[in-house]
Nanobody, 119 residues
Framework: QVQLVESGGGLVQAGGSLRLSCAASGRTLSSYDMGWFRQAPGKEREFVARIRWIGGSTSYADSVKGRFTISKDNAKYTVYLQMNSLKPEDTAVYYC????????????WGQGTRVTVSS
């Protein structure tokens, strides 16, 4: 089992920045991908960014490329999502998730942290 706890959400004005954190525990993450997803009101949950624990390769949704950066701290078992140039359409509940590198489905999810961007 992998336990994930997000933090760092809040209210920010458009153009501002926030950094989300996802603290992981339960087992070693060396064979896992860590992802950030978000769900806006009335919309389906969507992929935001991913990082592979070993090697650190990353991928991003087109909507956040150039504005968001996913990173990790190996010692702290924590994944971050640095969000810059925030837009009102970034308003959502952001979720951290984990999946083994051999599967497509993310099996472990955090409780979510709310981000609200005011115009």
């Amino acid at each position: 089992q992998v336990q994930l706890v997000e933090s760092g959400g809040g209210l920010v004005q458009a153009g501002g920045s926030l950094r989300l954190s996802c603290a992981a525990s339960g087992r070693t993450l060396s064979s896992y991908d860590m992802g950030w997803f978000r769900q806006a009101p009335g919309k389906e949950r969507e992929f935001v960014a991913r990082i592979r624990w070993i090697g650190g390769s990353t991928s991003y949704a087109d909507s956040v490329k150039g504005r968001f950066t996913i990173s990790k701290d190996n010692a702290k078992y924590t994944v971050y999502l640095q969000m810059n140039s925030l837009k009102p359409e970034d308003t959502a509940v952001y979720y951290c998730a984990a999946r083994h590198v051999t599967v497509l489905k993310y099996d472990y999810w955090g409780q979510g942290t709310r981000v609200t961007v005011s115009s």
